[in-house]
């Protein structure tokens, strides 16, 4: 007879880490570091704090591949009750409501954690603060067949400055060799979509890298909303139905769903033939999948509301280009916020073009550069949606051949929920309402690269016209001063200053 048993989350992700990104030694130490990072701009930009993030890794002597990471930030911090199961219990997080944050799945973090228990049984060192009176330093370890914390030491020490942030350090076997690449890009990449960033890495080798923001403006910090009609599911439905203190179906409505008002809820409730009085309680199974179906097919909800979201914007974009890439030319579009299933989306697009850029390396190659809720996204880029919509757009149009001159791409896609086709969040699926927007956003894009480069190409021909008259101007004004029987020669000079 088969033998019939659960597992833990943790014990899960234990036997199929590769699902997270962690698949060999190499990936998993590109992983950790984007993991500790994204943990930490959350924790500083959702808070309104310009983040200052320092990172050193170090080969652990006489070891062969065992490494140590140390990761300080100058986030928020974590209440000291939080701690174990913020970085001891898989699946728990703060990142469970509807709001735009780096990290979807609430495990990250753990996964980095877990996988340096797993691969070296060594326990995560966490020291925290939220700026009270005192720093918490915990050793953890987890329980993977419970998927619970297990508190090594704890002690506290004094924070006469109420400073506040985390550190976390743990080690892990790795390959830095082989990610050095990857990192890199990852943190000049984070550097550019967030150009309000200090951040200092000192490698293994003992090499710094020092990206230091050009700005102190942050963008506006996302907020938590309500879930949209258009997206609720039954089984969602059916939790807010079981927890709802509303006695009425228009006041259950109005209190938990995304800008939906008394007038929209009434015309809804009609459309459905269900009594706007009646207890939300007293639906059977059959008629909260009515309900739900009916809710995500209803044309007239108002459109999400964009303020869960939080944008670069156009002149943080540019500016952190300019700063990484010095290109010759740079413009960067925000689109107007869109929707897909019920989810608020926003893209932001930006072609540089010259200056440090250089032409695509491999024939069939597209400098493209993909970030999802500023998170830059490295792997698997030929199966994303950006470089689809790329491909489309005909841009002889535009005076370019994207496989032959420097030109860059940079697509920014901003939801509550981003269409992952993956747990390890590296490609985005080509949804068609996204598609669109990323084509409008290159376009507009396109348009004003297209009039600059029609601009210079006007000067090189002013350029190399004077270059002519500036050569042989002098001789004409001799033979003419010759042939009218002048000594001096006229002045030519103004004459070039007019030639247009």
């Not at 833990?8 to 997270?20: G, H, L, Q, T, V």
């Not at 330093?137 to 987890?142: G, P, S, V, W």
């Not at 999400?304 to 290109?327: M, V």
Request: hydrophobic share 40%; aromatic share 12%.
């Amino acid at each position: 007879m088969e033998k019939f048993r659960s597992i833990s989350p943790a014990d899960f992700f234990y036997k199929n880490r590769e699902i997270a990104g962690f698949d060999n030694p190499a990936k998993a130490t590109y992983m950790i570091i984007r993991e500790l990072v994204e943990n930490s701009l959350d924790a500083c930009e959702t808070h309104k704090i310009i983040p200052e993030i320092y990172i050193r890794l170090r080969k652990i002597p006489n070891t062969l591949n065992i490494y140590e990471i140390y990761i300080q930030d100058n986030g928020c911090g974590i209440p000291f009750d939080y701690i174990p199961p913020a970085f001891g219990q898989i699946l728990y997080s703060s990142k469970y409501i509807i709001r735009q944050t780096r990290g979807t799945f609430g495990m990250g973090g753990k996964m980095a954690i877990l996988y340096g228990q797993i691969t070296t049984h060594f326990p995560v060192t966490v020291i925290s603060s939220t700026g009270a009176d005192d720093w918490y330093l915990f050793k953890l370890m987890i329980d993977i067949q419970n998927n619970k914390p297990i508190v090594k030491s704890k002690r506290s020490f004094p924070n006469p400055s109420h400073n506040h942030g985390t550190i976390i350090e743990f080690r892990f076997e790795g390959d830095y060799v082989r990610a050095k690449q990857r990192i890199i890009e990852y943190l000049k990449l984070t550097a550019t979509i967030l150009p309000y960033l200090n951040l200092t890495f000192i490698d293994p080798d003992g090499i710094l890298y020092l990206f230091s923001r050009s700005t102190k403006i942050l963008p506006k910090p996302p907020l938590e909303v309500l879930p949209h009609p258009n997206g609720i599911d039954i089984e969602t439905l059916s939790r807010l139905i079981s927890e709802t203190k509303s006695e009425s179906m228009i006041e259950f409505l109005q209190k938990h769903f995304h800008r939906v008002g008394k007038k929209t809820a009434m015309k809804f409730l009609k459309h459905v033939n269900i009594d706007i009085n009646r207890s939300p309680k007293s639906l059977s199974p059959d008629e909260i999948l009515y309900l739900g179906q009916a809710m995500r097919n209803y044309k007239f909800f108002l459109p999400p509301d964009a303020q869960c979201l939080s944008t670069i914007g156009a002149d943080l974009l540019i500016r952190g280009i300019k700063k990484e890439f010095n290109p010759e030319f740079v413009i960067a579009v925000t689109r107007p916020p869109s929707v897909y299933e019920g989810h608020p989306f926003i893209v932001e697009a930006a072609v540089a073009y010259g200056g440090n850029i250089s032409p695509p390396q491999y024939s069939g190659d597209i400098n493209l550069f993909r970030f999802a809720n500023k998170i830059p996204l490295l792997y698997d880029a030929y199966n994303d949606v950006s470089i689809k919509v790329i491909k489309k757009i005909k841009w002889w149009r535009y005076k370019v051949d994207i496989e032959k001159d420097p030109i860059a791409f940079f697509v920014h896609i901003c939801s509550t929920k981003i269409p992952y086709k993956t747990v390890g969040k590296e490609y985005i699926a080509d949804r068609p309402e996204i598609e669109y927007e990323i084509e409008w956003a290159l376009k507009n894009c396109g348009k004003r690269l297209r009039a600059y480069l029609i601009r210079k190409a006007k000067m090189e021909i002013k350029k190399r016209r004077l270059s002519v008259l500036e050569r042989y101007l002098p001789h004409i004004a001799k033979f003419a001063s010759e042939l009218a029987g002048k000594n001096d020669l006229p002045d030519y000079s103004k004459l070039l200053k007019h030639i247009d």
